[in-house]
Structures are given as structure tokens and as C-alpha cells.
């Protein structure tokens, strides 16, 4: 069984950063995927931050590009969120997600919902004050 375990949250001063990482453990068979960070605030829907997947291909909702840098070295490294520049806005909990079910590349413009993942982390929590 595969599993994800966020860790990194925090709480920072806006203009602060944090480092987000989500370890997996158990076996992926070797596959391609697709992993992402979702986010979602208090009394607010779950929202896509930022993916990549294993051919290579990041994306980044609009929201945080030029401050959020997402990153996985190989298979066996762990995702990780590194946050620059965060706001009182960027306040949520989030959480990895993945799929492990390729075959070969994803599909471009793949892993934007929730939808397209089957396994998750419990979450880590983020605290921006100003």
C-alpha cells in the first residue's frame, strides 16, 4: 500500500518561506506518475497548487507562480514545495497527492483536480501572519 506523508508546515511572517516535503513509502511498481500539492483553507474548496510528473513537466497554478517551486529529483526522492514570498492568503493546509497508474508520460494538462489522484497525505499545516 502506498503511502504520503507531508511534512514541513509551519508558521512564518508574511515575506517568509517554508519548505513543504511528501515522502512515499510502499510500492509504486516502477511506474510513471504524476504528484501534486493541493491546498485548502478554512470554510474554502480544496485547491491545485502545483504539479509535476516523472517525464519531467511542472505546472503551477497562476497564484503562485514566480513565488512556489515544486520538485521531485527521481522516483525514489520526495516531492517537495518550496514556498517563497508567502502571504496571510497562502494560510491553509496542504496536502500531497499522487497517481501512480501511468503507464508512460501523463497526459499534458493532466492532475489539475483532485479527481485525477488516488492517493493522498494527511496534510500539513501552513500559518502565514502579517
Known amino acids: 500500500q502506498v503511502q504520503l506523508v507531508e511534512s514541513g508546515g509551519g508558521s512564518v511572517q508574511a515575506g517568509g518561506s517554508l519548505r513543504l516535503s511528501c515522502a512515499v513509502s510502499?510500492?509504486?511498481?516502477?511506474?510513471?506518475?504524476?504528484m501534486a500539492w493541493f491546498r485548502q483553507a478554512p470554510g474554502k474548496e480544496r485547491e491545485w497548487v502545483a504539479a509535476?510528473?516523472?517525464?519531467?513537466?511542472?505546472n503551477y497554478a497562476e497564484f503562485v507562480k514566480g513565488r512556489f517551486t515544486i520538485s521531485k529529483d527521481n522516483a525514489k526522492k520526495p516531492l517537495v514545495l518550496q514556498m517563497n514570498s508567502l502571504n496571510p492568503e497562502d494560510t491553509s493546509m496542504f496536502y500531497c497527492?499522487?497517481?501512480?497508474?501511468?503507464?508512460?508520460?501523463?497526459?499534458?494538462?493532466?492532475?489539475?483536480?483532485?479527481?485525477?489522484?488516488?492517493?493522498w497525505g494527511q496534510g500539513t499545516q501552513v500559518t502565514v501572519s502579517s
Open positions: 497527492a499522487a497517481d501512480f497508474s501511468w503507464t508512460r508520460c501523463p497526459v499534458v494538462g493532466y492532475g489539475k483536480s483532485d479527481r485525477d489522484y488516488y492517493y
Open positions: 510502499g510500492d509504486t511498481d516502477g511506474r510513471d506518475y504524476i
Open positions: 509535476v510528473d516523472s517525464c519531467g513537466r511542472i
